[in-house]
Every structure is written in C-alpha cells, then in structure tokens.
C-alpha cells in the first residue's frame, strides 16, 4: 500500500503503450489476506488500476528470493530480471531504470507499442455509488444540543459524511473524487479519509492517502489542511509546524487534553502507520515529556522508533510499533490505547510519560510479527489477525476492538488483559456477520454499538442490552454527477385509500444492442419513501431480480416515491455504470386497488 503512490506516478509517466506494464503479485501474510474475493475488496477500496494475481502458495516469493514486503523486481522483455528494489522510498530510482530500459530495449526494437485489453474491477463493486457507503471506515459518536451524531469515513467515496444517527444525513463534506483540496463542503476533496476525531464544533480528519491532517469547521462549514503536505514523507522526528510538516499514512486521531501545571491543552495524537509511529499536534504551546517545549502548531513523533516490531518500552522513542492503525484515548486513566494491526495486537500508551506496554495479542518476541490467530484467552494467548478499530466502552470501563481479519468485535479487559469474542462469527447468534471491520464506536451512554463493516459497505448498530444488530438506514440525497450516466423515468399507479402493497419489477434493454448487463456484477436498485409517510419497504436496497415492495398506508392524493436503479452494462473490454432515476407517482383512490403489481419496462439510452 505504501509504494502505491510511487507506481502510480511510474505508470503515468510510462504506459502500457509505451512499452511498462505493472504486475501486482499478492503474497499474503495474513490467512485472511489469501481469499480471492477478500483481495477484490482491497484492489476496489486502493483503486488500483493495474493487474493483481493472488500467489496464494507464495511460490513467486520463493522463486525470486523475495525477503521482505514492499519488494520490486524489474524484468526485461526477455524475462530476465533487471532491477531489484526492496522497501520503500525507491520513486526517483525506478522511474530512472524505467526510462533507462525502455530506451535501451526500443533501440533494439524489443519493445511492443500494443495495448492490452485490461478491465479494472469497478463493475463488480457490490454497492458504492453515491447514495450509499463504500467501504466506510471509522466512525466517531459525538453529543450536541441538538442531540447526537454520528460521524462516518466513507472512504470509498472520499467524503465525510454527519448523521443524525436515524438516518438523515446532516453533512456531506466532500465526495468527488479524490483529490487534495481545501474549501467549503461542496469544494473540497479527500482522498480515502480514515480516522475521524470531534473536537467542540470541529471534526479532525486523518485524510490518509493525502498523508495529512484535515480541519472541518462545521459552523464556517469549511475544510482546512492543519498538518501534512498532501504528499508521502519519510521523517521519523518532525518538529515542524501545522502544513510545514511531512507525515506517511495517518490511520487514525483522538484528542488527548493535557494538563500540566494549571494549564489543560489539546493534544491531537495521530496513529502514524507508514513510520509505526504515533504522532502528535500540538494546538496550542505546551510543555510534553521531558520537559520539552512545542510551540502550537508542532507535529512531532511522540513514540515509536520507526522500526516495524512489537517492542514494549519505558522510554518511548525505543519502542517499536508495527502499523498503529486504531486509537482512543481513556483521559480519566490518562492512557491510549491502540489497535498495532501488523504484529496483531492491542497495546498501551502511558500519557504520563510515554512508557509503551502490552495488552494482548502477538507475542513476546518483539521481532515475532507473524504471531496471530483466532484465539479469546489473557494477554499473549489471545489472538488477533489484524485488528484496525479500537474504543472504549464508557461504563464498563473496557476495551471493544475490531477485530478486522477475524470479522468479529472482542472485548478486552485492561487490567487483565483478557479478550473475549462478543460480535461475530456466529456470536450470540448467526446475525452477527461482519466482513473485515474497521471502526467502532459506543453511544455516550454505552448501550448502542456502531461497526463500520468495511466490506459490507454499511454501518450496523448493535444494542448491548438485548444483543440484536440492525443495519442504519442511512438517507444520503441524490447528488448529480457529471462522471455518471443518468437516464430519468415516471410511472403513474393507483392504490386504494385504505392502503395496500405495491409490488414492482423491473426489467432492462438497451438501445446500444452491443450493451448488456452483467450477470457477474452486481445490479441494485434503492428505494426512497415519501418524507413525512408512515409507509415502510420491505428493503431499502436489493437487487435488480427482487422486486421493490412498499406497503402504502392509508390515506389520499398523490404521493411520489423515488428510486435509483445502479447497473452495469458491458461490452467486450469496457463496463459502464449507469444510474437510473424513476419517480413513481402513487395516487391513492377509493376505487383503487389494494394490491398493485407491475413490471415495468426500462429502455437505456
């Protein structure tokens, strides 16, 4: 993931064309990371565009002697290799021996001009338009006067999205594509937004594949860049102020308030993952550990080495992390806690003084990053598989964490480190189904649960108190957007006054005879009810083969139903998605009947 903006720009200086092709080759350290669809998922959520092949028994590792991930093999059109580069940092190196090769081999006329007829894998995104999430992330619960909301990452769609926590979308800030651009909510752009943090009327953003720290103003309603420089950096120190300062891949934020001497001051702390650091921005001046002194708007490492390891220290500088990726911050025990997703593992900050210490998960051996499973038991027999989402139930005084490769949310018990599987897997019942969550939140009063289910691309909500799960409706309003075919359909039906049910069906053609529909992708219609009516759908969203079912309560005049139809259609190298927007005017009539059912029939242009 980190070397993916490096070959991003070697693909645009080098195309297909002009002689480069650009093969991922998927060697998994996870068991979770070796399943084909699960690989899909993360290809769509990366947006890579070039070809993946899962090398499921490692056999392309071990043939070319590969040691270490990121490696880059650089192979001539003879098939012989020509260039080696492991680990990071490499950008300047490969674009001079790409230059360098292609030149050379053109001269002796061994590079072909063709194209190759690559399809990249949008199509088979099972939601992710923009009137729903795509592979949303963190998410945080926040309390106001007008009571409480909810805010979400939907980092699919690079955007950020408040909700009133029933279902209406208060803000949608951002959402094109991605991009680096500060502004109002309609102007300014992210790019796969993870970490979200509420602090008074603002929200901070770890704005991850920018690598920076991003401001919301929900009163001025507008979008600032508070740290980072919208490119990847390598820095291990920092010490620079607010946008001076470089940062390499912010997962995740929590708002520490510091107090020392009479002063109370906000420190952001910042899960670093492309430096296993944990970083902090300093709001206002302050004086931090060892007596040190930061002028408001310093960004600095706090702890971490920037050795990738799972070693626990007194002194914070010498510990090692290995990818912080979740973090909160318990400010009554002035301690963090964070989820460390590559050694697997739940481990601890004292803000005190910086010590570093286990909680559960991994093992002893700091080196060991391999040790994982699915395992509840204390300290170093628990095991997790790359936990991403961490919080703190506000009552129990316990640890929920995300546990993403296992697809379940397990408790921790700090004291003891005892970790137990609360959510998932079949757990308490077969309800409970995640698929790779990413963040978790608790409601102030600890007795709703809000997941991100990453792959899903929903938010469910659990209640503790009685254990059932429910997915959240969430009513984002329909956006036009230049990048998508929209084709505009009305239908006129009437039901009895004493209400009843519509049952409608939907087929589609195409005036383009060279256009059909896949039948590998998925083709989704949602429903949106009129505002203010009793009237319930059987489902909010299903697919193209389920018929739409709406039960009308009673009532008269002409009420109008919105629906959104998302397909794919096809032709030989291409796909194109297509948005179809249908309004169903429902006028209700005595001499109605009280159970209508229609297809009806679409034509796309």
Known sequence: MHILPDLDVLEKQFSVVDGLVVVGVHSAKF?????????????????????VVNDMTLSTWHNLGISCWPTVVMIGPMGKPLAVFVGEGHRKEMLLYANVALTYFKSLNQISNNNLPLQPTKHLLSTGRKESLLFPSKLEVCQSEQGQSLVIADTGNNRILVTDITENVEYIIGGSDSGFRDGDFENAIFNAPQGVCVFGTFIYVADTENHAIRKIDLIKRTVTTVAGTGSQGHDYVGGKLWKDQVLSSPWDLAIYNYEYGKNTVPVLLIAIAGTHQI???????????????????ACAAIVGSGREENRNNAYPHTAGLAQPSGLVVVQENKVAFFADSESSAVRCIDLKNGRVSAVCGANKNPSDLHDFGDSDGAQYTAKLQHPLGITWHPKENVIYVADTYNHKIKRIDARTGNCETMYGGGKPNEEFSFDEPSGIAFSPNGDLLYVADTNNHVVKVIDTRNETISTLPINIPMIEFDNVSRNAYIFDTRISEKGGELNVTFTVTFHDNDLKLNPDAPQRWIVNLPKGSTWTARAKSGDLSSPVLINVTEGSGIHEVHMILDIIACKTFECIPKKLSIVYRICQKTDASDVVTEQRRLVVK
């Open 31 to 51: 068991s979770n990371e070796h399943d084909s669809n699960r690989l899909l998922s993360a290809i769509q959520r990366y947006n890579i565009t070039h070809p």
């Open 279 to 297: 970083w902090a921005l300093f709001l206002e001046d302050t004086i931090w550990w060892k007596n040190r002194e930061y002028k408001a708007g």
